[in-house]
């Protein structure tokens, strides 16, 4: 098994910066890629980003440019932040941290295994 547990989230104006931290303990292995998403109400997953363990990173059109995403493998756990800049009211939704059981990058959230609780984000307009 396999915890993850996300924290940073809170309200900030537009334009304003978060950044988010996703502690991941139990059965990690820091060549499992990870990967962050989002829901907005009444929405479903949104894909954001993952991040291989070689720190290869990817991100979805919306957040190119604004958002960015690393990792910190240590002996025993895997930290995965998500640095948000230049927040939109339009990124106001509960972003969750996931990971897979090997190391391929994915934006389906059905390619992943573990999922956090989720942190809300919201931005004032």
């Known amino acids: 098994q396999v915890q993850l547990v996300e924290s940073g989230g809170g309200l900030v104006q537009a334009g304003g910066s978060l950044r988010l931290s996703c502690a991941a303990s139990?059965?990690?292995?820091?060549?499992?890629?990870m990967g962050w998403f989002r829901q907005a109400p009444g929405k479903e997953h949104e894909f954001v980003g993952p991040i291989r363990w070689n720190g290869d990173v990817y991100y979805a059109d919306a957040v190119k440019g604004r958002f960015t995403i690393s990792r910190f493998n240590a002996k025993s756990t895997v930290t995965v932040y998500l640095q948000m800049n230049s927040l939109k009211f339009e990124d106001t939704a509960v972003y969750y941290c996931?990971?897979?059981?090997?190391?391929?990058?994915?934006?389906?959230?059905?390619?992943?295994?573990?999922w956090g609780q989720g942190t809300q984000v919201t931005v004032s307009s």
């Open positions: 139990g059965r990690t292995y820091s060549t499992h890629a």
């Open positions: 996931a990971a897979r059981i090997n190391s391929y990058s994915s934006s389906n959230p059905n390619d992943y295994a573990y």
